[in-house]
């Protein structure tokens, strides 16, 4: 028994434009992507702009396949059979709160200014109304005593753009890392939809049995969510994210919500 919420579908390319998904390794072109295999959304038109006033704004945001030049949207899609373009998630680090752009440097940067910090890391919260808030996760110096309150009240007192200033600080033992040293961020994502879901349940009065997160080859961060009794606000107030979900229940009706391109218009 399943359902699906938060699927996003985003049309086919119009006639002026050209929009592929594209395999990136290091922001350097490899290959366009396969069918229904989650790429990086690439455009190239004459309505596509010419780049940022700031130049250090503009680094990463070009790739060059064969002399064109293509904008990296930073997006992530895969393209199924019919040309349709469904949106999975954002390769770009960027935190977009209410249509703000916040760099994660920001919050880090000011994080990292702290004594106690040895590594700092900021993401974007799910949230139904701005699409994403900033939260930042810290992995303090051996012996360091700072509450996440304190460490939240520091980073804002040095982050001046508002919306940029973190709603939460937490403190982990150890940062989740790469094989090559560099800070996982998808995995601190993936605790905040879990935690996001959980919240929602608490507020409808929900019982989960089990909320899972996993990368899906061709949706993205993916949710799938074990739960029972009536599910239907339940299911209701997880459309309201962008992220992905699959709610099971043993009480409820088998049925999708996932509907074509063509259905939604």
Request: hydrophobic share 40%; charged share 25%.
């Amino acid at each position: 028994m399943s359902r699906e919420v938060a699927i996003h579908p985003c049309g086919i390319e119009r006639s002026s434009e050209q929009m592929r998904t594209a395999i990136l390794e290091d922001g350097s072109f490899v290959r366009f992507a396969d069918v229904d295999e989650v790429g990086v959304v690439l455009l190239d038109g004459p309505n596509v702009f010419v780049g940022y006033v700031d130049d250090a704004h503009n680094q990463g945001i070009w790739v060059d396949v064969d002399g064109a030049r293509w904008f990296n949207t930073g997006d992530t899609a895969r393209q199924d059979a019919d040309g349709y373009f469904w949106l999975t998630g954002r390769k770009k680090e960027l935190i977009i709160r209410g249509g703000h752009n916040i760099d994660p440097r920001i919050i880090e940067d000011a994080l990292q200014q702290h004594p106690d910090v040895a590594l700092a890391a900021a993401i974007g919260r799910p949230d139904w109304h701005a699409g994403e808030v900033p939260v930042a996760y810290v992995q303090l110096r051996p012996g360091a005593t700072v509450s996440e309150s304190d460490l939240a009240t520091f980073a804002s007192s040095r982050v001046g753009e508002r919306a940029a200033r973190p709603k939460a600080v937490h403190i982990v033992d150890e940062l989740p890392m790469t094989t090559v040293g560099k800070i996982f961020k998808p995995a601190l994502t993936m605790r905040e939809i879990e935690d996001v879901v959980r919240g929602v349940a608490l507020d409808c009065d929900t019982e989960l049995d089990s909320v899972v997160v996993v990368q899906h080859p061709s949706r993205g961060l993916l949710t799938t969510v074990e739960a029972n009794g009536d599910l239907d606000a339940f299911a209701q107030r997880l459309g309201q994210f962008t992220f992905a979900v699959e709610l099971r229940g043993r009480s409820v009706d088998s049925f999708s919500r996932e509907e074509t391109p063509r259905e939604q218009g």
